[in-house]
């Protein structure tokens, strides 16, 4: 008599197998999205792993590359001698032009608004001798679609010579995910999670990386008493720390882009 599954047992078996799929994948929601159920930030998921690394290769790949030259971190006025040159855009198109960073790495996962790496990037704009230095067409765009998902150091005021003088300071910000405005944590803000909670990570001028859990720990001990990674501390001497997106820049200071 040969004996084997009926379609009952098949039956079962399915729906055991599916549950067991479905509990699995719940719990492995967080580490493979970096959120939770309740679109709360999971500390410990391949998303930050990433943004992580990506900005640890970006600082040393600075740090290499300006520590053994001597000379300071790019930024696009050092080359042009224009100071409204010192946008999000140019800086980040001159990282990639200057092979710092391949496009593709300026992309958080996390990122919730509409970026896009820019695949078709213009090598051969890096042409000193023709005083071409980035290609004009990478977009920093938080109101439209941008090539970067990271915030910088405002090139302005003493913060420009922050840029590359705090390159072994372990407290001071350099670059790092997007924040909200002024440091205020909320779900009208791409920079947030879905609940309104906001966590990132942040580069500071040593080289080391460190996750916040909360826009209250985007903050430094310094000579101010308020130094906060998202808003503007020190309007006399502009020599707060300040991570954000420069749309604009003249001689009074950039117009700063929030999402």
Known sequence: MRRGLSIIGL?????????????????????????????????NSAPRMQDMMQLRNLMQGLQMKSGSSGQSYPRPSELTDDVSDDTTANLFSLLVAQRYVSPDAL???????????MNDYAWGTWNPSRGEYWDDAFRADLDDVSNVSYAHMVLYGDRLDHWSSRRMDSNFPLLGNRGPRDGVASTDSW??????????QIAYGDGHVDLLMGTSQARRAGPYSEDHYFRIDDEDRHGDAILGFTSDMDEDGPTLQWD
Request: net charge negative; proline share 4%; charged share 15%.
């Open 11 to 43: 039956l079962v078996g399915v729906v055991c197998m599916f549950v067991l799929y479905v509990i699995m994948a719940e719990s492995l929601k967080g580490p493979l999205t970096g959120t939770n159920k309740d679109g709360g930030y999971v500390a």
């Open 107 to 117: 992309i958080s996962s996390m990122d919730a608004g509409l970026v896009e790496p």
């Open 191 to 200: 920079a947030c999670l879905e609940d309104g909670s906001w966590a990132g």
